[in-house]
């Protein structure tokens, strides 16, 4: 791996390493440019992640947090803020790819131009997107054949170039009694596509079953982590490093309105400037725009790249609830990714149902054994007792038994739920921590509402004995970080243009889940891995012409 | 390693001792010598009544039946060693607990000095439900929780016996069929 001296310029820095930054890394080296990977995360290789539950999942050791980065939350304009953490990211090499349960859907053609299908929604920003499936499907079947994705087409699913390099991971029981009772429904339960090998691919092993994805890193190599997969590859171009522990506080810019580099914190919280010929920031829909209002300067007062004034506007955490439901034998459903089978009859949003929105269902376990023991995921029976004999028989009982199924759903584009800079509080590192201020729209509830019906419905139809859902759905928390510095045509209402440069400044490049117009269906990953092969291959050419 | 064993710790040992005879195994008893010294870990910041108190408390909360328990588990060791860490804010609710759990048992007519773990179970069940809702026992029952069902290297789970009394397998590797569901499928093909 290359090392670059402190202060040397390279080509292109890129804040963070996640998702999108870990593709862009590699898209970007592998085609002869000198890279510069930033990421305020530490670095674990596959044999350092474990199984420790408590203090990385429910502690959250990988992701920001309150002693480093707490935040102050407002649930809808005009109310309280309150010190809570809201918007949820993983920080480390390889971020949340690393993290994050491996659902990998494709959008569909309709995803990005809604606007234009169901025409415009009062008090939102519902837009078009300035690209289409068409241009972004060889980009998908890319990222599925660079990454390492299993599954097979649904019904549904949009036309693609390729199929699946790997075929679908071995269903489970979930899988099976969803599949049955979508089934007598009259719907059309498909293989869950995943980013988790079901065979030996890329050098890389296939997935041992040992049922800890989401919230944890695969310790086989498995799971198409950019970690696993494309950083490697970065690396071996020997013009890539990735710097891990440098958390980058400001983008400089010249007097001719020219980013020159970025300042960071090392390790030991010392500043350093590392000049750069173009930056591309990668560091999440919560921390980019975050940094872009960072770097106020006495040409850009209002943030970087800026003047539309949308940096950090209509955040979009997708919609998500969790239904459960019990059955007479034993699924163990705790063994293996999380889901195998899902159902997108409801995807598109239908008019008829009287409000906006669509969404997928999945059949999951959040079956890691403190979570299901501290509150049965929800679904403990009415009336039993919560400690003593009956509550540790009841455990055992109904662990190997238990299922659920989540739903997975639109957000709407709502100027008010932003990012934005806390006037007060201060981070570890003495930067302004973020303001998240964030409600869901009536019809993102309306949206959860209608898929969790559906859901147990499937739940009902397969012979469950015992199903349910949620009693209330507003969200407090989001994980998908979606829509905050938008991608459009008009530099009065996007931040970046379609091929994700800011209108604002030539040599800037924001790539992640902030370039989302609309949220998709709450498995975002997929598009923004195909949103940076994208945009890579286009800075690459931008930079090879001497257009940046 | 040789030490000598304290009077208290001889005792302690005596029920092991008799279990192990009743095995009639010649090793046996050595073994559950052995054990047993294992399970007096060294407590960081509890002094050991009060760590034999939230045992107890802990062994109310996930008891020993035919699959082990929070006891067996060793949830106290993960309780102190978190009292130490991440939840240090938490100890003054904890010994406030405790303290507040040795008044109610005064208050019962019981000896001066009887200690919580030293009370008959039926009077255990009594005074926890009296306390159920308080914060001191909500926090001693999610401590409990992750010392039994935790990973082990937190300190409980010891050798992943909650996860034994719960039907979860710590092999993390497995092959389909996963549950009967799945295998009726594999089996009509």
């Known amino acids: 791996m290359r090392r670059f001296r402190q202060g040397e310029t390279v080509d292109f820095v890129v804040v963070g390493s996640g998702a999108a930054g870990g593709v862009m890394a590699k898209e970007l080296a592998t085609a002869g440019f000198t890279v510069l990977v930033l990421e305020q995360g530490p670095r674990l290789e596959a044999h350092e992640f474990q199984h420790d539950e408590f203090t990385q999942f429910i502690l959250g050791a990988l992701n ?250 209509y955040l979009m955490w997708n919609g998500n609830a969790s239904t459960g439901a019990v059955f007479e034998r034993a699924l163990n459903d705790w063994k293996s990714v999380m889901v195998t089978r899902i159902v997108l009859d409801f995807y598109e949003s239908d008019p008829a149902r009287g409000f906006y929105g669509g969404g997928g269902i999945d059949a999951r376990f959040w079956g890691y054994p403190v979570l299901f023991a501290l509150g049965g995921l929800g679904g403990f029976p009415e009336g039993t007792p919560a400690w003593g004999l009956e509550y540790k028989r009841m455990l055992r009982d109904l662990y190997s038994r238990t299922c659920n199924a989540d739903v997975h759903t639109t957000s709407l584009p709502v100027e008010s739920n932003r990012i934005e800079l806390d006037p007060d509080l201060e981070d570890a590192w003495g930067l302004p921590c973020m303001r998240v201020t964030y409600r869901d729209h009536p019809d993102d509830v309306a949206t959860m509402r209608f898929l969790v019906e559906k859901a147990v419905a499937i739940m009902e139809a397969a012979g469950a004995e015992r199903t349910w859902a949620p009693a209330q759905f507003e969200q407090s928390v989001g994980f998908h970080l979606l829509g905050t510095c938008r991608m459009g045509n008009d530099p009065q209402r996007s931040v970046v243009d379609r091929y994700h440069r800011a209108h604002d400044v030539p040599n800037l490049f924001l790539c992640d889940g902030s370039s989302f117009v609309t949220s998709g269906r709450g498995q975002p990953t997929c598009t923004i891995q195909a949103l940076a092969y994208r945009a890579a291959d286009h800075i690459a050419r931008f930079a090879r012409r001497g257009e940046i | 390693m040789h030490r000598h064993l304290s009077r208290r710790e001889f005792l302690a040992t005596t029920g092991a001792l008799a279990s192990a005879w009743i095995g009639s195994d010649p090793g046996a008893f050595a073994r559950a010598l052995e054990a047993r010294r294992e399970q007096e870990p060294r407590f960081r910041v509890l002094a050991p009544e009060q760590a034999a108190d939230l045992e107890a408390i802990a062994a109310q909360i996930i008891p020993t039946d035919e699959f082990p328990g929070a006891r067996e588990a060793r949830a106290i060791v993960f309780i102190d060693r978190a009292l130490e860490g991440f939840a240090k804010d938490q100890l003054p609710t904890i010994l406030d607990g405790l303290e507040d759990l040795s008044r109610r048992i005064r208050a019962l007519g019981a000896p001066a000095g009887r200690r919580f773990a030293q009370l008959p179970d039926a009077q255990q069940v009594a005074l926890l439900r009296e306390i159920e809702e308080t914060p001191f026992f909500q926090q001693v029952r999610f401590a409990t929780i992750v010392g039994t069902f935790g990973h082990p290297s937190l300190g409980g789970n010891h050798e992943g016996s909650g996860w034994r009394a719960l039907g979860f397998e710590p092999r993390f590797v497995w092959q389909p069929p996963f549950g009967e569901y799945d295998a009726a499928v594999e089996r009509g093909r």
């Open chain 1, 64 to 313: 920001n947090r309150q002693e480093l980065q707490p935040q102050m939350y407002v649930p809808g304009v005009g109310a309280e803020p309150v010190r809570q953490m809201a918007a949820i990211y993983h920080r480390l090499v390889g971020g949340g790819s690393v993290m994050f349960t491996a659902n990998y859907w494709r959008f569909r053609a309709s995803d990005f131009r809604e606007r234009s299908l169901l025409g415009p929604i009062e008090g939102t920003g519902l837009e078009d997107w300035p690209i289409t499936y068409e241009e972004l499907e060889p980009y998908y079947t890319k990222a599925e054949w660079e990454l390492g994705v299993s599954g097979e087409p649904g019904p549904f699913d949009p036309p693609r170039s390729r199929p699946y390099p790997c075929p679908p991971l071995p269903v489970k029981s979930s899988g099976v009694l969803f599949e049955r009772g979508a089934r007598a429904l009259g719907l059309h339960p498909q293989v869950g596509p995943m980013a988790i090998l079901s065979r030996p691919f890329n050098g890389r092993s296939a997935c041992m079953h040992c049922g800890y994805c989401a919230g944890f890193g695969c310790e086989f190599g498995a799971k198409s982590s950019t970690l696993a997969t494309v950083i490697p590859v970065a690396e071996a171009t020997g013009r890539c490093e990735v710097r891990a522990e440098s958390y980058v506080r400001k983008i400089e810019v010249s007097d001719r309105g020219r980013v020159t580099g970025v300042v960071y914190f090392d390790a030991e919280r010392r500043e350093h400037f590392q000049p750069a010929r173009a930056v591309v920031v990668c560091a999440n829909g919560a921390e980019t725009p975050r940094l872009l209002l960072l770097s106020k300067s006495s040409r850009f007062p209002d943030g970087l790249a800026n003047s539309s004034g949308l940096v950090g506007k």
